[in-house]
């Protein structure tokens, strides 16, 4: 429901505290909760927000959302004028019981979250379920995991309401359709209001113990046989055991377990296309920008480790985990070595000078093990669904008009000792690149020309177009020379991308969804400054807002004299042209007040820098 950004997303107002007492009522009533319970869920100094949601069906919803102090949004109704209260994700983890549960398998979890999609995948999607459960009832759902002596139940990862009883779930199990609505998951655009905290780690699950049959003295007990306890039963019986479980803090792998992933990889490189133009591939480039890019996104279904399953099914805590160091090869040579004796690759030794390289001449399509390996999603994947989501969500605010962000894009173009590096690398000295743009041309260059460092992979080789583009700029001392200077050989990817772009020249381009602008020069932010001016009297002065379309002085000062309640002024800035640039002056101290009305502008808070220069508390 909220995989569209949020529209007309107004400023947040705090409840009054008779209207926060009868939202807590209506909490502890309709969920059947305490009233200590009924202060988490509904805490002092909360707040409510409106905001509209652009649904399949045509034409535009208003939704209230309630946020805690900390800025979380807790609960939110559907519709304008709606009595349903329903928990987001946050509250959930707060009181995980709150809601009859669902259970799913984990190759769900990554589809209902929008980072995969459900094409070719065939599953029952609900494992367990609370007994009872009626249509249209709100449920939680999450995972069950059952792979160890002690069962986990992972945090609740969405809220929906139920498309049919729970009775009918385990009927026509092959067919398809909807077992519950969604309506907010983990990672949505209403979970992004909040703080996006980690996930709470999986709490033990313990069975209640059973109850014995009382049965008199004189009637004897009557044949009791075993009976199949069913998935759901099962999951009734399970009760929330608050002991001290060790928190997990990542997806335990050991090194056997991470050399299978690497090997998992290799299989997801060459079952790729992959030219026969681009071999013979340094073993480094082969394993930087082949390798690691089709390691798994969700190890835990391809590859169980000997811990605990991670319950949500979340990528790896840290992809510097599954790496070489990591695995029982312990260096990249050892492990091409295995891979070419188990017949997959081709490797040569090549000598140059005082060292020698590793290379990778061809890879073997057609080994048993590539015809058997099933296709997965890669780190890679996730990075361009990342990619087109943002595109996605750019084009959404777009539509939404005057109620969006300012979209501002800075840009490098090439300029005298850049231009002749561009030259070599092929790109266009006329194009004024993004950063985006800039890196990949950057990159391109470098692996073309192999100038990863090979003992450091961060470090880059310069080769002589480098050095002539930041050699006037970047020079070392040597202690040999009593100071003289000498051009650097190698420099981190990080420094050098910052030393190229220094030396280009700057654009930037301002689009406010009606109007787009580019041109020449660095863009500076916006500047609120409190300051004592007339005596001790503070104020708060506003400048260089000019180039960001959606602001001018006029109209500026006028809603900050309404919203501030105070005296407002427009005067020129001593030094610079007549008309050019404006500063407007509010009485007070108003920064957060003026923060609030650039960013209702669609301003993005990057672009707003404030300081106080007033002296006072």
């Not at 061809?362 to 996730?382: E, M």
């Not at 660095?522 to 001790?536: A, D, N, S, T």
Request: aromatic residues 6%.
């Amino acid at each position: 429901m909220f995989k569209k950004p949020l529209g007309g997303l107004k400023t947040s107002a705090p409840l009054r505290g008779s209207e926060r007492r009868k939202l807590k009522q209506r909490v502890v009533s309709a969920f059947e909760i305490s009233s200590e319970d009924g202060d988490l869920l509904v805490p002092d100094g909360i707040q409510s927000v409106k905001f509209t949601t652009h649904l399949e069906e045509p034409g535009v919803r208003t939704e209230v959302a309630y946020l805690a102090p900390d800025g979380n949004p807790l609960w939110f109704t559907l519709g304008k004028g709606s009595e349903d209260l329903i928990p987001t994700v946050y509250s959930l983890w707060k009181r995980r019981d709150l809601l009859p549960v669902i259970s799913t398998p984990a190759a769900v979890i990554p589809i209902l979250v929008g980072v995969r999609s459900e094409a070719n995948a065939y599953f029952k999607p609900v494992v367990h379920h609370t007994p009872g459960v009626k249509q249209d009832q709100l449920v939680s759902i999450l995972q069950v995991n059952k792979s160890n002596e002690v069962p986990t139940l992972a945090a609740p990862f969405a809220v929906g309401r139920m498309a049919l009883p729970g009775d009918q779930l385990g009927q026509g199990t092959q067919g398809k359709g909807k077992a519950v609505f969604v309506l907010h998951t983990w990672k949505d655009h209403l979970w992004d209001l909040g703080s996006k905290g980690d996930v709470p780690q999986p709490i033990p699950l313990n069975p209640a113990p059973e109850k014995v049959p009382a049965h008199s003295s004189d009637e004897p007990p009557k044949d009791e046989s075993p009976t199949k306890e069913t998935p759901t039963d099962e999951l009734a019986n399970l009760t929330i055991e608050p002991s001290n479980m060790p928190a997990v803090t990542g997806s335990s792998y050991n090194p056997q377990e991470i050399s299978s992933l690497l090997h998992t990889s290799l299989l997801q490189v060459i079952s790729s296309t992959i030219p026969s133009s681009a071999f013979p591939i340094p073993a480094t480039l082969f394993y930087t920008n082949y390798i690691l890019p089709s390691r798994p996104a969700f190890p835990a279904l391809v590859v169980p480790h000997s811990g605990r399953t991670p319950p949500d099914a979340s990528p790896c805590p840290s992809a510097s985990e599954i790496t070489i160091k990591s695995s029982t090869h312990k260096s990249l040579t050892a492990f091409l070595k295995n891979e070419e004796k188990a017949g997959l690759i081709t490797i040569k030794v090549q000598k140059h000078s005082n060292q020698t390289d590793l290379v990778i001449t061809s890879v073997n399509a057609k080994h048993p093990s590539v015809d058997g390996h099933r296709l997965y999603a890669t780190l890679k994947d996730i990075e361009i669904t990342a990619a087109k989501k943002a595109k996605r969500e750019e084009k959404a605010r777009e539509e939404v008009g005057g109620s969006g962000e300012v979209l501002v894009m800075e840009l490098w173009k090439p300029h005298q000792a850049t231009v002749a590096l561009f030259e070599r690398m092929g790109g266009d000295i006329s194009k004024q690149y993004t950063m985006a743009e800039l890196k990949a041309t950057v990159n391109s260059y470098i692996a073309a020309n192999s100038l990863v460092n090979l003992r450091e992979q961060a470090y880059i080789n310069l080769d002589e177009p480098l050095i002539d583009c930041i050699s006037s700029k970047v020079k070392r001392k040597t202690k040999d020379d009593g100071g003289a200077q000498a051009p650097l050989e190698f420099m981190r990817r990080d420094e050098l991308m910052k030393q190229i772009a220094d030396r280009m020249q700057n654009w930037y381009e301002i689009s406010d969804g009606k109007e787009v602008v580019r041109r020449k020069g660095e863009l500076k932010p916006i500047q609120v400054v409190m300051k004592v001016r007339q005596g001790r009297k503070v104020s708060t002065l506003i400048s260089g807002f000019e180039p960001f379309l959606v602001l001018n002085a006029e109209d500026m000062a006028e809603d900050l004299r309404k919203a501030c309640a105070g005296a407002t002024s427009i005067s020129p800035i001593h030094g610079k042209p007549a008309g050019a640039s404006m500063e407007v002056m509010v009485q007070g101290k108003q920064s957060q007040a003026v923060m609030e009305y650039l960013t209702g502008k669609g301003i993005p808070k990057k672009w707003i820098e404030t300081h106080d220069l007033s002296g006072k508390k």
